[in-house]
């Protein structure tokens, strides 16, 4: 900050304040005596003007490579700067009260006027330390509001940097989001589009027209919503039926589902499509599996503040979901919960165990945030089947 090419940037650029500066201390330096003279000594003689004027334009002169040395010593340590300014002034003074002595003894003709050395001399010293002073402190004020400028500008930098920052992030979040939401629809696509090529196979046109026409529906829904889209937990019931109806055709009655959705649950805010690849996972282990079939249960309830959301199903359990070569076996589990991490970082549980009697018991929890003001009551459930 103190060095002195910034010093001379500071004078290019606020010359005018320099001036302005000088005109005032100089000429008030000559008024002032001269009131001084008129109402004290109730005298105007044109002689004493002249002096006084004269001597403010030494003083402004002098000034200058004073002003000039003061910028070469700028860079040095405080308290040998403080010494070298006292002394600078004081020989500075010392060179004025000289002239100013030479310049009244030619206007006047007194010449005794060396007599009173010293006493101009001190008035003389106390006026360039004001000078001085003066001097210091419009430089750190021009250096401070410099360095304010720069702040500000650094400030404006980051808060730039941090937008630029934040969109990047939000740009690579979607894209994962999108990624992951990519690699569970063409899972799900296979599966299903195979069950319609086997019931075509079967000559059995009107359940694979009526699977396909579940299928562009649900697939309309999907594709148009965006997966960092939170929607009410009912609706992603609703949706989540579509699908089931889908599978239902593949499955019929060996396909059994229970909801278990409490009331302040179903106003919950969750991502789209996030139990989808859940209910994927089940079926495909514990229904697809087994001659028998088997049943799922999808629970929800609030608890705190947060959302409990499980998955039951009374398959074989985690023994049986172990992939084989080949198989692309967790790709469900694996992206709910990358979307979880990626969505709600450390503020959410994603659990798989085992389900007694047997099966996979799937958890999450994640904030509870509802369109809903009013405090939930978690007495009030509701249970109702799926019928397909």
Known sequence: MQSPNLLRTVMQDHTGQYWVGQFIFWFGLSVVPFLGIVFWYNTTKLVYVEHMFLQA???????????????????????????????????????????????????????????????WYFGAFYIFLCWSALYHGMIYYRLLEIEHTERLKEVAHTKEEQIKRLKAES????????????????????????????????????????????????????????????????????????????ERVRFSDRLSVEFDISEPAKTAKIPSLLLQPLIENSIKYAVATSEDGGQIQI??????????????????????????????????????????????????????????????????????????????????????????
């Not at 200058?64 to 070298?84: A, Q, T």
């Not at 010392?94 to 007194?110: P, S």
């Not at 999907?222 to 609703?238: A, F």
């Not at 009697?357 to 945030?369: A, D, K, L, Q």
Request: net charge neutral.
């Open 57 to 119: 334009a030494l003083g402004l002169l002098l000034s200058f490579p004073l002003g000039w040395f003061y910028s070469i010593i700028w860079k040095f340590g405080p308290i040998l700067r403080m010494c070298l300014v006292l002394s600078m002034a004081g020989a500075v003074a010392a060179l004025w009260t000289a002239l100013r002595v030479v310049t009244y003894i030619w206007l006047t003709g007194e010449v005794n006027t060396w007599n009173d050395f010293g006493g």
């Open 171 to 246: 740009i690579a979040r979607e894209a994962q989001l999108k990624m992951l939401r990519y690699q569970i629809n063409p899972h799900f696509l296979f599966n299903t589009l195979h069950a319609i090529y086997a019931l075509i196979k079967l000559n059995d046109d009107s359940r694979a027209l009526g699977m396909i026409a579940k299928l562009g529906k649900f697939l309309r829904y999907s594709l148009e919503y965006d997966p960092q889209l939170q929607v009410n937990l009912e609706d992603e019931i609703n949706t989540l039926t579509l699908y089931l109806n889908i």
């Open 299 to 388: 629970k929800a309830d609030v608890e705190r503040d947060e959302l409990l959301l499980e998955v039951i199903d009374n398959g074989p359990g985690l023994a049986g979901v172990k992939p084989t070569p080949g198989q692309t076996t967790g790709v469900g589990l694996r992206n709910t919960r990358e979307r979880l991490q990626t969505l709600y970082g450390d503020q959410h549980l994603f659990q798989v165990e085992e389900a007694k009697p047997s099966g996979v018991h799937i958890s999450i929890r994640i904030p509870y945030e509802s369109v809903v003001s009013d405090v939930p009551d978690n007495t009030n459930k509701k249970t109702y089947n799926f019928t397909g």
